[in-house]
């Protein structure tokens, strides 16, 4: 089933929003007629002033308005998954060597990553934070790895609109076990990443 078509001439931006959908698993396609779209399409992406589908009724989105490839795949996913109007945003991180990170718009995971520097993990927040300024955000860490916690907690904190957002601090135990869809799919670190949003209600706030 194909939830994401992209119609521009663009063929670079095709290039990257096609790898970008591999990577995460999507079913994203590049049309060039109103014809190709098919009827399992709940996303269009274009470009702004490239051309006119006025026949076409599916939710649109511009990727001018846009930071990057992946900015615009996480709001077609959003739009996709029914979370347009969406009013909260959770980043989960996982600790680590490699830090495994879950961003997720009202409980829907958007997007996993796995970083090995902390100069693209901020990179990659305070990209997702740029394009999501209207939602309120938290931030959830797992509790492993204190001395790569710590380093993201400083993270965090130097971010201008995540310096007063609410960062809790929740148990790891059992994020690792996963199955081998699982992880097919993403990383460990990535998964557990995701799945430390789940225990909410076993938070501890960070004092």
Aim: charge should be positive.
């Amino acid at each position: 089933m194909v939830d994401i078509a992209v119609a521009t001439s663009d063929f670079r931006l095709v290039s990257r929003l096609l790898s970008e959908g591999a990577r995460r698993g999507l079913s994203v396609i590049h049309v060039v007629h109103p014809s190709e779209i098919p009827l399992t399409v709940k996303v269009l992406i274009m470009k702004r002033g490239e051309m006119v589908w006025e026949s076409v009724k599916i939710p649109t989105i511009y990727a001018d308005d846009f930071t990057s490839p992946t900015s615009v795949l996480d709001r077609a996913m959003e739009i996709a998954a029914g979370k347009a109007d969406s009013r909260a945003a959770t980043i989960s991180i996982d600790p680590g060597r490699r830090v495994g990170v879950a961003f997720i718009v009202d409980e829907y995971v958007i997007r996993t990553e796995s970083f090995t520097d902390i100069v693209n993990l901020e990179r990659s927040i305070r990209e997702f934070i740029e394009n999501h300024k209207m939602l309120e955000t938290d931030v959830i860490i797992g509790s492993g790895a204190p001395e790569y916690r710590e380093a993201v907690l400083e993270l965090i904190r130097r971010i201008p609109s995540l310096s007063q957002a609410p960062v809790k601090i929740v148990p790891e135990e059992g994020t690792s076990k996963i199955g081998l869809m699982a992880r097919r799919r993403r990383g460990s670190d990535e998964y557990a990443a995701s799945t430390l949003a789940m225990r909410r209600k076993y938070v501890k706030h960070k004092p």
